[in-house]
């Protein structure tokens, strides 16, 4: 979908980054897929009325989202915990209804959060675009359809389930460029008293640590606590609460309700400030920000080249979305990068999209370890720095890119 106006308010975009043509972020492919692979030009551009930043142009959702969909929560030990403790905030909220509460959550992937509804014995729905991740969920007990949500799809479950209580999402509003229509359907989805509680990448931590691999083909916009009130606004809803999660390298959860429905929290007052302060609703921040993504691909390819120059071996650790915004923008290829080391099935002996990286198990990398390695999931860098202190112990780097470009070790 290309447009050069705002998906929220119809007003002009104005271009902030360009990051020239780039393929599909989780596209890992065979070398007889290599000629005609698909590329589209990806830019982001800035609304100052709704103050939403977003991809000028995005894939269709059916090339994103499909029956070979290449993330499953569920890999994640620490999304785990994290999605049981999100699970434990709602049921702990007092918004579910003492007699037959139903939830409704949106992306539900392999139903990683939603299974601690079920466990409960809670009435529950997952909607989750991708029908092989959907399989998993509904095999692990999880009510799941294949769909992608609309406010037509929200009407179509009042009339069959009935209004929500809780409407949940976590890493997906983001990916959503009909996002008007999904607020629609939030709000005729939600009882009176219903809340939608939805995380997602935070638009102030990507411009703070420079992460602009945050941006991809699946990430139409990133969010702000101005651009989510404007959004809700419209809909006769407003943000009551909001809560910064260390997740994705920094994400907000956000609390909508209907307006009037229950107080609105300091939180969301301070948070607005903060943005104010930083400029988060200013043309102006992202024309600096362009400024630093060029920089940090500057010294980024200066370091990898240097370490290249001294016979050193490089890979790749997580064969993530976001690696692929990295090696596109930045012209990084097997003459740097070695292969990237993953742990999920469905991407091993795959190439990484554009730039053609091989895909290798983990075992490969535990047998044969580079002398550095650069973390391309740094969003788990906790969990990953736990888990692999054999490699720093036996002369093993790390190559980092945020909030700095730097070697650590």
Request: hydrophobic share 40%; with cysteine.
């Amino acid at each position: 979908m290309n447009t050069s106006n705002c998906r929220v308010s119809g007003q002009p975009l104005e271009i902030a980054v360009d990051f020239g043509l780039q393929p599909l972020g989780n596209g890992f492919l065979q070398p007889e897929q290599f000629p005609g692979e698909f590329r589209y030009p990806m830019a982001v551009g800035f609304c100052e009325t709704s103050m939403m930043l977003q991809l000028v142009e995005q894939p269709s959702p059916e090339q994103m989202f499909h029956e070979q969909y290449a993330f499953y929560s569920s890999t994640s030990q620490h999304m785990q915990y994290h999605f049981g403790d999100f699970a434990r905030q709602v049921m702990g909220m007092g918004v579910l209804s003492k007699t037959d509460p139903f939830v409704v959550e949106l992306g539900c992937n392999d139903g990683i959060m939603l299974r601690n509804f079920a466990n409960a014995g809670i009435r529950h729905l997952g909607i989750e675009p991708s029908r092989n991740v959907a399989e998993v969920a509904n095999s692990h007990g999880v009510r799941t359809i294949s769909e992608f949500f609309c406010h037509q799809l929200a009407m179509d479950i009042v009339a069959k389930d009935g209004q929500a209580d809780a409407f949940l999402a976590a890493n997906v509003m983001c990916h959503i460029p009909t996002i008007v229509d999904v607020a629609s359907g939030i709000s005729k989805l939600l009882k009176p008293t219903g809340v939608a509680i939805f995380e997602d990448p935070y638009l102030g931590d990507v411009v703070e640590k420079t992460s602009y691999d945050q941006i991809y083909d699946e990430h139409v916009f990133l969010f702000s606590a101005h651009s989510v009130q404007y959004l809700f606004r419209q809909q006769g809803m407003e943000l009551i609460d909001v809560q910064a999660q260390k997740t994705h390298g920094g994400s907000m959860r956000y609390v909508i309700a209907h307006a009037g429905a229950y107080p609105v929290k300091d939180s969301v007052n301070r948070l607005l400030e903060k943005e104010k302060a930083i400029g988060l609703n200013r043309m102006a921040t992202f024309r600096k920000f362009s400024q630093q993504v060029e920089q940090s691909r500057t010294e980024l390819i200066k370091l990898l080249t240097g370490i290249k120059a001294e016979g050193k071996r490089i890979a790749g650790y997580g064969a993530t979305s976001k690696s692929t915004t990295i090696l596109n923008y930045c012209g990084i290829g097997t003459d740097l990068i070695d292969y990237i080391s993953d742990t999920t099935p469905i991407k091993q002996g795959k190439f990484s999209p554009g730039m053609h990286i091989p895909i290798k198990p983990y075992d490969f990398f535990m047998a044969s370890p580079p002398d550095y390695a650069m973390l391309f999931a740094w969003n788990h860098a906790e969990e990953i720095m736990a888990k692999e202190r054999a490699f720093i112990e036996n002369g093993g780097r790390w190559i980092v890119h945020v909030p700095e470009v730097r070697v650590l070790g």
